[in-house]
């Protein structure tokens, strides 16, 4: 795999769409140095900076609360998009079948079920244990005895699985039950996703490229793992941090060093040294 160095076309790239945990974030859950910085500076050069998470919304925009009003983000796995402040797309899936969800989430001993409904997570009671792993990523957590009597607008559901088995559960259990129905994505050791059909992050990179008149070929895409697949897929500039998943090899490239060498801001200050940009 080629180095990022040996991308010639940097000064190209119009909008970064970057993941979040493992990629942004090191291991200890903090940003680079001087971000704020780099996203001054991306504005000044005309690009966009996008977080791209599975995380929600408004967990998001809490994270880059400077510049929350200037940037993109694509929440949810892409079922979720807000530009400049403004949610500019959202997919819902329906109440049966995330009340389905639960269900066998519950059958299958998978872990907590996690009903997301975009600035509020509704939670069954068992899972209050679990509670301080849950609320990194959902602040706003209303715990039920039962989420089938709940009925809201909810455009995610997810399953924390403390067990770190989520790859076995997505490949054993989830995926062949709801993979016809859903779009299914194993979100790291610990979650797995459930999204409508053709949402996932790579779809929303390319909703938001369709809005601001942006190039797929003029996009750059940073991921480490399975659901940032399609992201890197469709951008023109594909990118994993050293630390990625081993076969997202497959999906990128090039190779930046790990989230822990900050291996993002390596990437924005070579794009920025491409367009001249101090």
Not at 13 to 28: E, G, P, Q, S, V
Request: glycine share 6%.
């Amino acid at each position: 795999m080629l180095p990022y160095t040996q991308d010639t076309d940097l000064a190209s790239i119009r909008l970064i769409a970057c993941d979040m945990d493992r990629t942004l974030l090191a291991d200890d859950k903090t940003q680079p140095p001087h971000m704020a910085e780099r996203i001054d500076a991306l504005a000044r050069a005309g690009v966009v900076f996008c977080p791209a998470s599975g995380r929600p919304g408004p967990t998001l925009v809490e994270m880059f609360s400077e510049h929350a009003r200037d940037m993109a983000f694509i929440a949810d796995n892409g079922a979720a998009i807000t530009y400049r402040g403004e949610l500019i797309y959202k997919s819902l899936i329906a109440p049966d079948l995330y009340h389905e969800l639960a269900r066998a989430t519950i059958d299958h001993k998978a872990g907590v079920p996690v009903l997301c409904a975009f600035n509020r997570a509704f939670v069954p009671t068992f899972g209050k244990p679990h509670h301080d792993a849950l609320s990194v990523y959902y602040h706003d957590i209303v715990y039920v005895d039962d989420l089938g009597t709940v009925d809201v607008e909810a455009n995610k559901f997810t399953i924390y699985v403390p067990t770190n088995e989520s790859k076995r559960l997505f490949d054993e259990v989830f995926s062949p039950a709801f993979g016809e129905r859903l779009c299914v994505a194993c979100a790291g050791v610990e979650w797995i996703d459930f999204m409508n059909p053709g949402v996932n992050k790579g779809a929303g990179l390319a909703h938001l490229c369709e809005l601001l008149g942006v190039d797929l070929a003029q996009t750059a895409s940073v991921g480490d793992t399975y659901n940032d697949t399609e992201m890197l897929d469709a951008a023109g500039h594909s990118f994993i941090v050293a630390n990625a998943t081993p076969d997202m090899r497959a999906h990128a490239d090039f190779e930046l060093p790990s989230n822990n060498d900050r291996g993002v801001a390596v990437l924005i200050d070579a794009i920025l040294a491409a367009k001249g940009i101090a």
